[in-house]
């Protein structure tokens, strides 16, 4: 890829957010966590309480971009092969025949992804990590497209399962999505109308293709990170692990996330390397979700963003 191919992200951005703008007022730091994401084959966790337009977001971004888009409401009788699909036996051939869950699409929106059983949010595990699914001993393929945007509510707790630490670490990027400011709610009431304000996506106009998407991806090949920045995200990805705030700390998949994420950021700012502010910028998304506190501190209501601000704050800024 050249220059001048990258010289064109900044612009991709500004397209798709001017597309989903139609429909989704304010969020732009949400809808710019979810384009870093989609170009760098992540997937997100979108927290927020509800009516924030978190699935909005999903659908209008994938609108823009020309992919299929899917959807699961999770609820906690949801099973496995409701997800992933399963074989049904055909009584006019006498043979069994496959019939293939919604998880088969590009961008999957997986609704309150909390509200489900481990068993049945397990059946994600591979879809996330491999790009495939495993039905009755039989691999099958997603779309190079795929990524997953999950949502959940964090202030309620009846009837929701924890997402255990293995599926958040899957999770690319964890965005909290909060309420809109004073300018944004007068726009969203003005823009409501009859029909309860339910917005039509047939007037967002893709604005970047499947093939584009995926020529896209392979930009993040040539951005630079140089020696002193890969050794800030070590210094601050070991910090986690050897601090007294925090009882499990990031991964070597958070490193590598973050480096992702960090290359993505540069490149939408119209840079070819990495700074340090990028990785900054990024690190809370990345690394926050992945902390699991220590007891005291949970006690004491501090915040994982919180802590990894405390955590950050330590340690040397390259120049």
Request: hydrophobic share 45%; aromatic share 4%; net charge negative.
């Amino acid at each position: 890829m050249s220059s001048q191919d990258m010289s064109e992200v900044p612009a991709w951005k500004r397209d798709l957010l001017r597309e989903v703008g139609k429909v989704v007022v304010g969020n732009e730091a949400a809808l710019e966590a979810l384009i870093i994401a989609l170009f760098a084959r992540g997937h997100v966790l979108l927290e927020g309480v509800p009516g924030t337009a978190k699935t909005l977001m999903v659908r209008a971004l994938s609108a823009a971009v020309g992919l299929d888009f899917g959807r699961i409401q999770f609820t906690p009788d949801l099973m496995p092969s409701d997800v992933v699909g399963t074989h049904v036996f055909d009584l006019q051939n006498g043979q069994f025949r496959l019939t293939k869950g919604p998880i088969f699409t590009e961008v999957l929106l997986a609704d309150e992804i909390n509200r489900a059983p481990a068993k049945t949010q397990s059946a994600l595990l591979e879809a996330m990590q491999e790009c495939q699914v495993s039905i009755d001993g039989e691999r099958h393929p997603l779309s190079n497209c795929f990524v997953v945007f999950a949502t959940q509510n964090p202030v309620e707790h009846e009837g929701t399962y924890a997402l255990p630490e293995a599926q958040l670490d899957r999770f690319l990027l964890k965005v909290q999505v909060g309420y809109p400011s004073l300018e944004e709610e007068d726009e969203i009431l003005a823009r409501a109308g009859l029909d309860m304000g339910t917005p039509n996506l047939e007037q967002i106009v893709p604005v970047l293709s499947r093939q584009q998407l995926m020529a896209a991806r392979a930009l993040a090949a040539s951005v630079q990170v140089t020696a002193p920045v890969r050794g800030y995200i070590r210094d601050l990805l070991r910090a986690t692990r050897s601090s007294a705030l925090v009882s499990l700390g990031a991964g070597p998949r958070a490193g590598v996330h973050l480096v992702s994420a960090a290359r993505w950021s540069a490149l939408l700012a119209g840079r070819e390397f990495v700074t340090p502010d990028d990785v900054r910028r990024m690190l809370n998304p990345v690394i926050c979700h992945r902390l699991v506190l220590a007891p005291e501190v949970e006690l004491d209501g501090q915040s994982s963003s919180e802590v990894m601000d405390r955590i950050a704050s330590s340690i040397d800024v390259p120049r």
